[in-house]
């Protein structure tokens, strides 16, 4: 057995005891982890220093980006950010051992539905590091143990985080060990994928690559998106004002964010009246127009745009459902029947009237906290909170009941 | 483009037309399909004739079991059991299109959670053809498009009852072309698990090699269960005649079903009252008693159970844990804190107290339809009725609302 293997076993068995964890205890631990990250803030700054060293070099080798750079960078409000994190995690409600529902199947028969964890999950993310006190504090609220894996530009930093969050976990008594658990390299990554013996979901947050990639290489199953191709479709009976204002938004506010627009369709009714005045607003914010598109579905991830006339929202709709990634796709339009049309056939995770792709957000959607964003068509759809981290089981109560008493009709289920 | 990839992407296009399918369309087509299947009865049984003849000749060459030849034999009532499934399910609630929850997330934007069908699914099964009227009916009460693989020995019948059934839904004025559709053969089994760009889910109900050679061999989400090894722990508390009358229902009445025991642990504090009573119940019975167990994890599918005698209940809970396939798992006790440790800690789809294990199932948990059982940690578990065919998709209606107000604290969001 290799060393991921042994911790992926190790996790399981985790995850078992975890399953008696109380509401109580999870706030408790959680009050740990806030606690320790604030006592050893300077440490965590020092490693991270240590991390930005290698950075500069690479950045200055443009080996990563500025902006990568950036998101590595830990200072004193990121790091009270993240720490605030922790603590809204802990007053969220618990998402576990809720009965979802029950009922009498039968009489003195009694079936309830009750959510619990799903046991052991495998998150692999990129260059930011206060990622692992958010997941690991998403895992400790839902009873699941997790096995985390960070860029290889974190070590410095993950590592120390890790290291306080898993001495605060010890440090309260009957949390179970093994709950959260750091992994370091690709090799790493490659055995972890292989334990679907031990581990029950594997959640990618980072590039398209790195999604694509594990998509490709685990047979456990996958919650992500690999690519935000969002779309806005300005319809003919749009408010031309409201369609500017949103594309601007949608575009601008964050373009390397995957909810942020990638095209933009105007119906050919309407295109007179906005095209000029859209491009012209797009191009005082810095957009560039994409007129010569190759690849409808490509995720721009940055200020370009591309525009396409339509003839008609049905084509609007096929443009979407074929070249989109089936994010997030918004339809500007006052006449609520085309509005409804478009919400049913553009078959997204998210689909929307009158406002920006950009709202596709966890936080935004009021879940109080992200796990990510998915464009599955199981499980979990669109921005994903806690409740996606869980599953149910049915509890069964009887009295010494038997399927041969239903089966010979001697008795009856209730309708 | 071969033949199953062109199914396959044909389906994908009927699964967008299907989003727009009213309830009463669907039920109008459900009515078609039994109707139908009325007025071809003698057609049907003349196609199964011929698959039987090829059966008793395997059946005389030990090729195939008594049992399976059973399941591929249709007859008058079991035709009539199928098209009463079709009409059972046009009465069933329609499962898409429900508004789950809704809330305004700031001023003026509303926020939906909708219930919407999966898109594509693939269906492989063995031997009984009424499988195809089922499936068939459960994609159009769900809005789904379907993929079916039968098992070669009811190729003319399965041929049979779905040229009935296309006809019929062709025959309904706006139903969607190619929403249900037939393969054939295990290479085209090869070629729709490759298909991972079009389908969406893949169920599988069959042996367990069935189940465990696609889990093996395709990207594409798989819902079901490959074993079924199902416990019955009786607790030191345990009322003994229930325990008896419930180990004798759970192994007895259908002993290759899925659902059944098939290893009996005991509290070695009730053993010397329980023991005797329940191996000469059992024997009587004619059920075999393993006592040289060499695999725990073993499903025998058989009048064959295996008992164990442990020191405790987190013992018995731990060899579920271990053993078990996370099936079902019942508790004899008349002690409730000693059910709600175990129903809490055994990490099973269904956990039970005083209650025959034979009783997961979705019919008789009251489901109306069953698509199968699930063992997954993700999408379903345990029984999955016409709601593990759905997802949901979350519209958003706004009024021009833009992201940068809410980061610039212009506007907030509700808490």
């Known amino acids: ?47 991270n220093k240590l991390d930005l060293i290698q950075a500069e070099k690479l950045l200055n080798n443009n080996q990563i980006s500025q902006s990568m750079y950036n998101r590595l960078k830990l200072d004193e409000n990121k790091l009270r950010d993240m720490i605030q994190g922790v603590i809204d995690i802990s007053k969220l409600e618990d998402p576990v051992n809720k009965i979802l529902w029950e009922k009498e199947i039968a009489k003195g028969i009694t079936l309830k539905k009750v959510s619990c964890p799903i046991g052991v999950i495998g998150v692999i993310f990129e260059a930011r590091p206060d990622v692992i006190s958010q997941i690991s504090s998403l895992a400790v609220k839902s009873s699941n143990a997790v096995i985390l894996k960070g860029g290889a530009e974190a070590i410095n930093t993950n590592g120390k985080i890790f290291e306080i969050i898993s001495d605060a976990l010890t440090s309260v008594k009957d949390f179970p060990l093994n709950m959260v658990n750091l992994i370091y390299s690709r090799e790493d990554v490659n055995e972890m994928l292989k334990a679907d ?25 996958v919650l992500g998106h690999s690519d935000g191709v969002c779309h806005i479709f300005i319809d003919e009976y749009a408010d031309i004002d409201k369609a500017i204002k949103i594309c601007i938004d949608a575009k601008c506010q964050y373009p390397s964010a995957c909810n942020s627009v990638e095209t933009i369709l105007i119906h050919k009714n309407i295109k007179d009246s906005v095209y000029d005045k859209l ?25 370009i745009v591309s525009i396409k006339i339509v003839d008609s929202i ?48 966890g936080f935004r959607y009021g879940f109080g906290a992200e796990v990510g964003i998915s464009t599955n068509k199981t499980h979990a759809r669109g921005p994903v909170g806690l409740e996606g981290l869980t599953i149910y089981k049915y509890k069964l109560y009887g009295n010494g009941d038997i399927v041969e008493d239903f089966t010979s009709g001697k008795r009856q289920f209730y309708k």
């Open 279 to 303: 491009v012209d607003a797009l191009q005082v914010s810095g957009v560039k127009i994409n007129l010569n598109v190759e690849d409808w579905h490509k995720e721009y991830g940055d200020k």
């Open 197 to 221: 013996k031990y581990i029950d979901l594997i959640i990618p947050r980072g590039s398209n690559l790195l999604v694509k990639f594990i998509k490709e290489n685990t047979k456990i199953p």
């Open 1 to 47: 057995m290799n060393r991921v293997e042994d911790i992926s076993k190790n996790a399981k068995a985790a995850s078992i005891n975890a399953l008696k964890l109380s509401e109580n205890i999870k706030n408790e631990a959680l009050m740990a982890i806030s606690q320790a990250l604030i006592n050893n803030k300077d440490e965590i700054l020092e490693a």
């Open 314 to 361: 049905d084509e609007a709709i096929n443009h979407i459902n074929t070249y989109g990634s089936g994010h997030t796709d918004s339809i500007i339009t006052e006449n609520s029947e085309n509005a409804e049309r478009f919400m049913l056939y553009t078959d997204s995770s998210g689909v929307y009237q009158n406002i920006s792709t950009r709202f596709a957000d």
